[in-house]
């Protein structure tokens, strides 16, 4: 049996730095809080693998296309690349982990055809060597072709589907695969596919069979006519692929031009803010110049009114000796300071007064005189601004100009790729009509007796002992004896149904029934993917009545999965113990010490 191992999940986007993830040979186990992105790893996988969509999340913003490494068991190296919300995966026959604008070997789809080879379905089934096998239908006997999803759900088992009431073989939960799921279960443990019985039909069938292909003739030239060219696909393949790497090289572009203007427009701003500052700098100076020239003609003022004191006394004479202005006394019979005592005290207050003002006026147009200097300073400073802010929104111009025709023709690439996005969708849609009028037209005219049980005793008998091994090996409390209903695809371990467990005991039993069938499909050569995906196996399991997670059920379950032959991927919340495997990809998520916050580069 062939079979695929996972190397690698990484997501890139323009600019932006890469989520990645290495996978080990044989255990990876990824832990740590919630909201770190590991469940959106099982569902990037799943994707890549064909998956019909994804869910958004914030941390995924700006990134653009997932990228799942893959070994063959001859050693070569392949990447899958599907960029979000795609319907086509792209096939590189090398280990890439960077955006390319390369065009890749080839691109696929993601629905599955049997008329066509076309489609990431029958490609993977190709690499395990499972191509072409048949499934059961439905109770009529009508057949269908193996795909690829059928085998994802057994192998890829999101949180949700872990704990889900409903019997991992009928994995989808659509009552119209009930049948292809259990006829998958069947192939898988035994090996053998579904074989095709022809009969005739009758007349009302063959009546009905041909109002359905004419209905479906009129659909397809319908939705023929809504193509705007008549291109081919493969030549709208080809343009997508031009489209895509003109959008990558205009987007640099774009982007070096981009690079250059934030800086000058990060000056332009600065400048802004200086040249505001400068400015209320500047009024705040010419209010205190304005205020302080009152001042000095407050001062002047003073000073003129000191000087007609002085002259006035003076004129009058209080500031000469003589006879006493005051009494008419000559000099000779005055007493000693008779008249100076009356007047030096009038002479000396005018005289400081005057000086008082004089050195105050002096200090003030020395402070006024630096106002100016400060004022001149900031002016000649804010025209040197101007003249820079000049000359950067000349230089932004420049780039603008340089800007404006690349983004007119980035967005008619833009609009071109839309077109040729419809236009291959229109095809699309139109190889489905063709392949369910193809089915229609090919099949069975009479529905021959159809089994969906009929699974050979030995065989079940050995994959029931297969997971009451694994059950036992993790230390599961009670016997673990496991019975699997063909009639109902429901298991029971000790005698009662899955279905009636607690969700952590229902997670166990299918994180067990995934292990075993990887284990059964391996040691027997049965086709197989090679890998299983595990989220939240044993989070929500405890102990009859205990409170506590069950730390041996845990560490049991870690060390059981040494002994399996495949790769097998766990995602859970708590930690796993500190002996594994010392070969295991070991990643911790946001806890204490760990070198890594989340899936996604913070």
């Known amino acids: 049996m062939s079979s695929m191992t996972l190397l690698h999940l990484t997501i890139v986007g323009p600019g932006m730095q890469p989520a990645t993830v290495e996978f080990g040979d044989h255990l990876t186990v990824i832990y ?11 569902e990037a996988i799943d994707y890549v693998l064909g998956a019909t969509k994804i869910k958004q999340i914030t941390e995924a913003e700006g990134y653009t296309h997932i990228l799942l490494g893959l070994r063959l068991d001859e050693g070569r190296v392949v990447t899958l690349s599907r960029s979000f919300d795609d319907t086509k995966v792209d096939i590189f026959s090398q280990d890439i982990r960077t955006l390319r604008a390369a065009p890749p070997e080839k691109t696929l789809a993601i629905k599955h055809s049997a008329k066509s080879e076309k489609n990431i379905s029958r490609y993977l089934l190709q690499l395990i060597g499972a191509d072409g096998r048949q499934l059961l239908k439905n109770q009529r006997g009508e057949l269908i072709s193996l795909s690829f999803r059928y085998l994802a759900h057994l192998s890829i088992i999101s949180e949700t589907q872990m704990a889900a009431p409903r019997s991992p073989v009928l994995a989808s939960g659509v009552p119209t695969s009930v049948t292809a799921e259990k006829s998958v279960f069947k192939y898988l443990l035994t090996g053998q596919d579904q074989h095709k019985v022809v009969e005739g039909a009758s007349e009302v069938e063959k009546k009905v069979g041909k109002g359905k292909i004419d209905l479906l003739d009129q659909v397809i030239t319908s939705t023929r006519s809504s193509l705007t060219t008549e291109t081919s696909e493969a030549e709208l393949q080809k343009r997508l692929v031009r489209v895509e790497m003109t959008l990558s090289e205009a987007s640099s572009s774009v982007g070096e031009l ?101 050195e105050l006026r002096t200090d003030l147009l020395s402070t006024i005189e630096d106002l100016d200097g400060q004022l001149n300073g900031l002016d000649e400073e804010y025209a040197n601004s101007l003249d820079q802010t000049k000359r950067l929104n000349l230089a932004l111009g420049h780039i603008e100009a340089r800007l404006t025709p690349l983004r007119s023709d980035h967005q008619e690439d833009l609009s071109l790729r839309s077109t040729i996005q419809t236009d291959l969708a229109v095809h699309a849609q139109i190889q489905r009509l063709e392949d369910l009028k193809a089915e229609l037209s090919s099949a069975p005219e009479t529905p021959p007796p159809a089994r969906v049980d009929g699974i050979p005793t030995k065989d079940l008998h050995e994959f029931e002992l297969m997971i009451h091994r694994i059950l036992q090996s993790w230390q599961v409390p009670g016997d673990n004896l496991v019975h699997y209903d063909q009639s109902t695809a429901e298991i029971s371990v000790d005698g009662r149904a899955r279905t009636s467990r607690g969700k952590g005991m229902r997670s166990v039993i299918h994180a067990a029934f995934t292990a075993a069938l990887a284990q059964y499909a391996a040691t027997r050569g049965h086709p197989h993917p090679g890998f299983i995906v595990l989220d939240s196996p044993v989070l929500t399991y405890r102990e009859p009545g205990d409170t506590q997670l069950t730390p041996r059920v845990v560490e049991h379950f870690y060390k059981g999965l040494n002994d399996f032959e495949s790769q097998i991927i766990v995602i859970e919340n708590g930690d796993p113990p500190e002996d594994l495997d010392p070969d295991a990809a070991i990643y911790a998520f946001g806890t204490a010490g760990s070198d890594r916050a989340g899936f996604f580069p913070t």
């Open 32 to 42: 740590g809080a919630s909201d770190r992105g590991k469940s959106f790893i099982v």
């Open 258 to 358: 981009v690079s250059q203007r934030a800086p000058l427009l990060n000056q332009t701003r600065a400048l802004d803010e200086w040249g505001t500052r400068n400015r209320q700098r500047a009024r705040e100076v010419r209010t205190l110049i304005a205020r302080f020239d009152l001042l000095r003609r407050q001062y002047e003022s003073d000073l003129d009114r000191l000087e007609m004191v002085a002259e006035a006394g003076n004129l009058l004479g209080y500031f000469q000796t003589g006879p006493c202005v005051f009494c008419g006394a000559a000099p000779e019979h005055q007493q000693i300071g008779h008249q100076l005592d009356e007047t030096t005290s009038l002479q000396a207050a005018v005289i400081a007064e005057m000086r008082k003002t004089t």
